[in-house]
């Protein structure tokens, strides 16, 4: 295996965030589940939109963000995924590049706009999203830069994908040329409705393609409908190389090679709003992980990137995350 | 006199603004002065864009920032202002209507795309920004929606629009229908550059058509080239029926009917970011003022409004105005 150009490289779908403030009943009046994604269409966004709030646009995406964050702390990072060249691509491309992330993936020019995510921030930060995937499930195996996955140590995919018949083609085909060039692949589940809605085909995958898994509790309990976190840690137990399951405040558990490291959680101010929480603290993990770090290590990074995130709104740190290793992990 | 059906209608650029974090280098390698707005053509919005970091969007424009504070704050808003039928005016279009302004001029199906402001925030919390105009400079008479302007009991203006002669044509005309109406007519001087640019004619705007003028430390100083702002505070006095003259961290000082009142400034939190910080504090005196308050309790309504304000990103209230007047004012 030859060195490879890129630490990580990441296919998702590329979303511009639209936060908003709304309260429980709310939620309740749009049968929306709080803390999880669904998946509208055009028509249902626009009226979802209609009846909120004054919002913030910001770019997002699950996957985009993490490889944002990964650019952010100095990897080399890259990310792949499919915008509409409109006003909201445009906003969404200049954003990842802006912080060091190689983004190549052409604007469609013609089809559905860029994909909106109406993210509804609750009082108590937790955050309930509403997705139209609009351009980004255009995504194709055609349309992916196979010498930049080729180039990447690890190969970083995100479940939501899962949703999109095409995206889903290209990302095993990703996951083969990554493997097949002595790359890693890691899969972040998303959202225990993703896992619901996929939930053999992504056992499979993990049995199959994953090197590293990421999901949070609800996720992993879901992945294996487990009556307890401690039951679902049993059933993926040796079924991945490493497997990083956070647990909100309760920190995180990563198992790798055989080893169980509790990682403590990390909160660097008031919690405002949880968007990003758990992008980026794949961010923070494969970024040590990169490196050479050891799994503990890469817990803490994670750790620590989560940590900064929920204290601002949106999924996109506004701090600089080098100083911030330096100042709380050295 | 009949009874009015607005307490405000503002006639302004319609504009979304994208903060970005920068450092004092950054405006100095832009020959951008801090704390003042240039206007830029779209090539150069472009440039300046492309080599700026990740940002933040929300909905921004000097009145329509003031309008949407006085309908947050529980006033009757309208505001006549020009978008393109893009994303961009969209989420303007949403934003000012979702906190209750009317809004209902037309966006142009062709030509120029929706108002852009680059916000650059510098550690120190000051804001320096530049403007691409786009859509914005379309505003004609013709688009004035007269019947709203004769409908309101104060009629405000951006002082921005002067950069634009069509604008300044539809200004003049919502000023003189608003005065054949028994409406008064508020001006915001904007930018001490802007009246650099336009002073004789806003020396006799001021003479001929205000009746409530703001305008900043700077600002009032330029506009009669005086040394010192009492010299400025002399040469204003007596030529409109109230000045609100804000003076960043010593307050305000509110001329009104031959009286002099000094007004404590208000900073509900650390200071983060200065953009709307006079947008607002207009938006708390008119709202006071259409209300019946006195001049002094317009001027500390305008404080609180612009205290709460720089306390955040952007130059939308994110907290609740009503609250913030019941909890500090009442």
Known sequence: MTAKSLDVVGIGNAIVDVLVQADERFLGDHSLTKGTMALVDEAQAERLYASVGAGLETSGGSAANTLAGIAQLGGRAGFIGRVRDDQLGAIFSHDIRAVGTRFETPAATSGPSTARCLI????????????????????????????????????????????????????????????????????????????????????????????????????????????????????????????????????????????????????????????????????????????????????????????????????RPQANLTELVQRHLS
């Open 120 to 315: 509804l921030v609750t009082p108590d930060a937790q955050r309930t999203m509403c997705t139209y995937l609009g351009a980004s499930v255009a995504l194709e195996p055609a349309d992916l830069d196979l010498e930049m996955v080729a180039q990447a140590q690890v190969l970083y995919l995100e479940g939501y994908l899962w949703d999109s018949d095409a995206a889903k083609r290209a990302f095993i085909a990703a996951a083969e040329v990554a493997r097949a060039h002595g790359g890693e692949v890691a899969l972040s589940l998303s959202d225990a409705f993703c896992v619901e809605r996929h939930r053999e085909s992504f056992q499979e995958l993990v049995d199959g393609h994953v090197d590293i898994l990421f999901a949070n509790e609800m996720e992993i309990t879901s992945l294996y409908k487990a009556n307890s976190f401690e039951e679902a840690v049993e059933q993926v137990s040796g079924r991945c190389r490493v497997a990083a399951l956070t647990r909100s405040e309760l920190g995180s558990l990563v198992l790798a090679d055989g080893q169980s490291h509790r990682i403590e959680p990390i909160q660097l101010g008031p919690l405002v709003d949880t968007t990003g929480a758990g992008d980026l603290y794949a961010a923070g993990f494969l970024y040590g992980w990169t490196r050479g770090e050891t799994a503990a290590r890469c817990g803490q990074l994670g750790s620590l990137c989560a940590g900064q995130v929920v204290t601002q709104l949106g999924p």
